[in-house]
């Protein structure tokens, strides 16, 4: 980790609200992968629309699953947050507890969605499917802690995933144009005229 943070990056935050639309995705277009799921057990042929809602659930998973790992790689790399210092330790730890829970959710349903649909593991499939129960109700519960925090507790844990940590002081990735156009000194080429 590169030392302690107050909130999270721009990147961090762009990249949790890119999960919540997929994993949002995953459930409204839950059924095309359902439907093929059951016609690959028995040997039925799916209807190109069920084929293309499977696939985009699949291509959904895949995302997910590359995006959660870059969001570990940069919660270990970067940092995250400390909670509120005032906040009971056992809050605390349940929080930590629920991330904890939904990033071993993000990463264990795209693989055993993919170990069930490209291997044809069955048991795969049913761990898959109780999974995303346990997934939903751990978003639930991260949701409820967020408004509880906002809204009972007043504290700035919800709007940190929403506005991003402004740089230390002289650290802006901003490049002053004006600072570049007085550093840069004529060449002898622009000063004169073009030879032929």
Do not use: C
């Amino acid at each position: 980790m590169t030392g302690k943070v107050t909130g999270y990056s721009s990147t961090q935050i762009a990249l949790h609200w890119a999960v919540v639309v997929l994993v949002a995705f995953q459930f409204v277009a839950h059924d095309g992968i359902e439907s093929a799921w059951r016609n690959q057990l028995r040997g039925a042929p799916d209807s190109a629309d069920v084929r293309l809602l499977a696939y985009m659930h699949i291509a959904g998973g895949l995302l997910i699953l590359l995006l959660a790992l870059i969001r570990l790689w940069l919660r270990f790399t970067r940092g995250a947050p400390a909670p509120p210092a005032d906040e009971p330790r056992l809050m605390q730890l349940f929080a930590e507890g629920i991330h904890w829970l939904i990033y071993l959710m993000l990463l264990l349903l795209p693989a055993t969605g993919l170990i069930a649909w490209f291997l044809g593991v069955r048991l795969a499939g049913e761990a898959h499917e109780a999974m995303k129960n346990i997934l939903l109700g751990a978003i639930v519960l991260h949701v409820a802690g967020a408004l509880f925090q906002h809204f009972i507790r007043r504290s700035h844990v919800l709007m940190r995933m929403l506005r991003p940590e402004a740089p230390p002081e002289g650290a802006g990735s901003q490049v002053s144009f004006d600072r570049i156009n007085a550093t840069m000194k004529p060449s002898a080429v622009e000063s004169g005229p073009e030879p032929r």
